[in-house]
């Protein structure tokens, strides 16, 4: 006997949906992540943890200037005060302001009124105390704390000193100002990031890490020192245990989240090439009351992240069947691809139900598309195992028999729809995703 | 939509697929479900109508065609004059075989027990009747002119198929219809006067099954999945109305009947009980097969109601 195996055709309301809101990811990565940040917060997503972003540079020793010991010192020179001097004075700068050393022994550190663009620190007896002293005169411009650590590297060669600046308030908001005390030249702090979580359903959650990195070319991160452009990067994590990870490539986005799910999707046309801007799924689905939900709830994750930690061709939203670059699970636990295409096949494949007709769509007498239930099916692991089940439905969304254009419009159980993935009817049974365009 | 109950009459039978005592063992069971019928040729036409007030006729007779050897012939007619006439669909007679026939108010499906089709392609099955409208209907009086009516407004609606591909001495292919895929190529399917049926090249224009199905399964790119059916963690699959459709519309569903997202065994039963209403229905199957083509996956029934829907008390489960 089955027990309630029928199809509802209702969607599935959150009741905390944002709508459809817009972010860019222009020049500044740091703005785009604060906007999503804020975003996920009025989804109901509450920061449970940040950390500051950290910026790591390195001067050869020698460079710092030690003081003669005795002297009367005088007044600085309209050239020392111009900062037309030679690199023998030290400078160093954190944004728009320039530091410069200067012996206390042989000058006083005023110009006069108008000409003194420096912030000047002492040249202690040391070069170490010279380091230090900068160190101070940074961290007095309350942006960041900065630390000196002793000589590293060869000390017959002179050594470095490192400096670490830490900025006061987490976690990414001052990522943008450039750092020159030393090398890497033109270096920012980075990783810094807020982890935000979902409320919990029936205790499983999600969370967000949004976080600002620079990855290398060959699969890896860049710790604190890297030079090049930070992107932004999530990583979702479930509670129940697993990860997925993808950086963000700058544009225009929309943004659509509510308690338990969220989706960026480009504002632009459907992308076809790599490194491109791309979209990002995300969801825990509610375990269907009764006995299908025997497996709890389930996470899903899908984006675009091709294993090289570069963007792949954004196949999100041009099918409503994925195979590569997704993690999810049963019972809350999310096993991921390992963001390689194609490790997970044929029936590991996650995909939305539908029904529809392959090469075009099927409507109405009126020339409707049917709207129908956004189930979707999961693999209990995408990488190995027995075949995907149904997991239950998508939260705000539901799929149509047509082929809508992305970014169409219709309204729907008297609200107001988005469609923002699509299957292309040529080989495929025509149909449509849509997201729920008003808030509520 | 809900599924389509008539709340009429359901009769199922396993008959003797005897030429000589086939015609009256099908016109008792369509009796019971309540047709009419009258003498046509050598064997009988039948009036059915369906609750929404939809009539069709169907006429089963021995054509002794000596191009379908020892076939009766199926056909659906119009229920006005000048009674426009569906495809002539044979069904293979052989003393030494049976047939299951399950019949309500007004559809038939009839089929060899365990086969879908044979490696010789004769015709094992055959089936049809009126769905349930979907939209705004208007029933044509049974053997009155139609009268025009506005494009969504159905005043007549029917179907008919089987694994007949009307080639003299069968061909070399059967014709994929419900019995062996969600897709009938070959049919008749009436709507206001006009015939949308034919002979199908492509899914898109076939008369389909609004089965539940994964996109990428399709066109041979899947071909693997679902050996199991497409079902919930706990094994349930999803039971959903069987919507049809031709050329991309849909047109309604078929009475007394539901799809199931797995593949079952022809003519397994399945008991369905819904909490909501306590209410207990049992059912048999009738299709066992693959999509279009042998390529689009085999993760669909099509079961045909044999009792209920009742409600029950005190069930335990």
């Known amino acids: 006997m089955l027990i309630d195996p029928f199809y509802i055709p209702d969607a599935k309301y959150s009741g905390t949906s944002t709508g459809v809101r817009t972010f860019e990811y222009g020049s500044s990565y740091v703005n785009a992540g604060v906007s999503l940040v804020s975003l996920l917060m009025a989804a109901g997503w509450s920061v449970v943890d940040s950390f500051p972003s950290v910026a790591i540079q390195r001067r050869p020793a020698y460079y710092f200037q030690t003081n003669i010991g005795a002297g009367t010192p005088g007044e600085m020179s309209p050239v020392q005060c111009a900062n037309t001097m030679g690199a023998s004075w030290r400078r160093a700068s954190v944004g728009s302001l320039i530091y410069n050393s200067y012996d206390p022994y042989i000058h006083t550190p005023t110009c006069p009124a108008g000409t003194n663009v420096m912030r000047w620190f002492e040249a202690g007896e040391t070069t170490l105390d010279t380091a230090n002293n900068l160190a101070d005169k940074i961290t007095e411009g309350g942006v960041f704390s900065v630390s000196v650590s002793g000589i590293i590297g060869d000390p017959s060669a002179g050594g470095s000193y490192e400096f670490t600046l830490i900025p006061n308030v987490p976690a990414f908001e001052f990522d943008e100002i450039p750092i020159g005390i030393g090398s890497p030249v033109g270096s920012t702090s980075l990783r810094g990031y807020y982890t935000l979580r979902s409320p919990s359903l029936n205790d499983i959650y999600l969370e967000c890490k949004v976080e600002t990195r620079i990855t290398n070319n060959s699969g890896g991160f860049f710790a604190y020192d890297g030079v090049g452009t930070p992107k932004l990067c999530l990583t979702i994590t479930s509670s129940a245990g697993g990860s997925y990870y993808m950086p963000l490539m700058p544009g225009s986005y929309y943004f659509c989240g509510c308690n338990y799910q969220f989706a960026i999707w480009p504002q632009a046309g459907q992308v076809a090439s790599r490194n491109a801007n791309t979209s990002m799924f995300v969801s825990l689905i509610e375990a269907p009351d009764g006995w299908h939900g025997a497996g709890g709830n389930c996470p899903f994750v899908v984006g675009a992240n091709n294993g090289d930690l570069n963007i792949y061709a954004d196949h999100f939203r041009t099918q409503l069947h994925w195979s590569q670059s997704l993690a999810c699970g049963h019972s809350g636990v999310m096993d991921d691809t390992q963001y390689l295409k194609g490790t997970c096949d044929g029936y590991q494949t996650v995909a939305m139900l539908v029904r529809g007709t392959k090469g075009r769509p099927t409507v109405s007498l009126a020339g409707q598309p049917l709207v129908q239930a956004p189930y979707i099916v999961l693999p209990a692991n995408p990488t190995a195992g027995p075949e995907a089940e149904i997991a239950g439905k998508l939260w705000d969304i539901v799929t149509t028999s047509g082929n809508a254009e992305i970014g169409a419009s219709m309204m729907h159980d008297g609200r107001r729809w988005e469609c923002f993935s699509t299957t292309r009817p040529t080989g495929d049974v025509g149909c449509d995703m849509w997201m729920l365009k008003s808030a509520g | ?317």
């Open chain 2, 1 to 317: 939509m809900g599924l389509a109950y008539t709340d009429l009459p359901i009769v199922m039978e396993t008959v003797s697929a005897n030429p000589a005592t086939f015609l009256d063992a099908l016109r008792s069971i369509l009796t019971a479900a309540g047709w009419t019928s009258a003498a046509y040729l050598t064997g009988y036409v039948y009036a059915c109508l369906s609750p929404q007030g939809f009539a069709v006729q169907l006429r089963v007779w021995d054509p002794a065609d000596s191009n379908f050897d020892d076939c009766f012939a199926f056909q659906w007619v119009s229920s006005y004059d000048p009674y426009p006439e569906g495809l002539i669909h044979h069904l293979r007679m052989d003393a030494a075989l049976t047939y299951f026939v399950w019949a309500n108010c007004c559809s038939l499906f009839i089929a060899r027990p365990g086969i879908t089709h044979t490696g010789d392609f004769l015709p094992w099955s055959v089936f049809g009747g009126v769905p349930h409208a979907a939209g705004l209907t208007e029933p044509t009086p049974q053997c009155e002119a139609q009268s025009p009516a506005a494009p969504e407004v159905t005043t007549e609606l029917w179907f008919s198929s089987g694994s007949d591909n009307g080639v003299a001495g069968f061909g070399s292919s059967h014709s994929q219809n419900f019995r062996s895929s969600s897709f009938c190529q070959r049919f008749s399917f009436f709507r206001n006067g006009m015939n949308l049926g034919g002979d199908a090249v492509n899914e898109g224009a076939a008369l389909q099954l609004g089965v539940i199905r994964p996109p990428g399964y399709l066109n041979n790119k899947r071909p693997s999945g679902f050996e199991s059916g497409i079902l919930w963690v706990d094994s349930t699959p999803m039971a959903s109305d069987p919507l049809i459709s031709v050329a991309g519309i849909w047109y309604g569903q078929l009475y007394d009947a539901c799809c199931l997202s797995k593949p079952m065994a022809l003519e397994a039963t399945e008991q369905i009980f819904e909490t909501d209403g306590d209410i207990l229905t049992d059912w048999v199957n009738y299709m066992n097969g693959v999509g279009f083509t042998a390529a689009d996956g085999r993760f669909s029934s099509l079961l045909l109601l044999t009792g209920g829907p009742t409600v029950v008390e005190n069930i335990a489960y």
